[in-house]
C-alpha cells in the first residue's frame, strides 16, 4: 500500500486486528467484561492500578512483580499513543472514547 498515508496503514491494521479478535472471540472489544471498568478510569495511575488489582486475583506467583512494572509501561505507552490521531481515531472506532 505504497503512498499511501501511515495513520491510514495503521488504521485498516487495527480494524482487521479487532475484526479476527470478534471472529475468535464471538464479542467486540467495547462488550470485553474489562472494557466497561476501564472506561470509568480516567488517568493512567487509574487504569495501572485496576489492572493491577485483576492481576493480583492470580495470586501470588513467580515474576508477579516483573508483571506489574510491565502493566504501568504498558499502560504508560499505551496513553501516550492514545493521543496520536491514528490509534485515537481508531480506538473512537471501538467504541472506546
Same mark, same amino acid.
Given at each position: 500500500?505504497?503512498?499511501?498515508?501511515?495513520?491510514?496503514?495503521?488504521?485498516?491494521?487495527?480494524?482487521?486486528?479487532?475484526?479476527?479478535?470478534?471472529?475468535?472471540?464471538?464479542?467486540?472489544?467495547?462488550?470485553?467484561?474489562?472494557?466497561?471498568?476501564?472506561?470509568?478510569?480516567? $488517568?493512567?495511575? =487509574?487504569? #495501572? @492500578?485496576? %489492572?493491577? /488489582?485483576?492481576?493480583?486475583?492470580? !495470586?501470588?506467583?513467580?515474576?508477579?512483580?516483573?508483571?506489574?512494572?510491565?502493566?504501568?509501561?504498558?499502560?504508560?505507552?499505551? $496513553?501516550?499513543? =492514545?493521543? #496520536? @490521531?491514528? %490509534?485515537? /481515531?481508531?480506538?473512537?472506532?471501538? !467504541?472506546?472514547?
Amino acid at each position: 500500500m505504497r503512498g499511501e498515508p501511515e495513520s491510514s496503514r495503521f488504521r485498516e491494521l487495527f480494524e482487521s486486528a479487532l475484526r479476527d479478535y470478534e471472529k475468535t472471540t464471538n464479542l467486540t472489544l467495547a462488550k470485553h467484561p474489562l472494557a466497561e471498568p476501564l472506561q470509568n478510569c480516567h $488517568s493512567v495511575e =487509574s487504569i #495501572t @492500578a485496576f %489492572l493491577q /488489582d485483576k492481576a493480583r486475583e492470580f !495470586g501470588d506467583f513467580e515474576g508477579r512483580n516483573k508483571i506489574m512494572k510491565s502493566i504501568k509501561s504498558n499502560v504508560s505507552i499505551l $496513553s501516550m499513543l =492514545s493521543t #496520536t @490521531a491514528a %490509534l485515537g /481515531d481508531a480506538v473512537y472506532t471501538v !467504541g472506546i472514547p
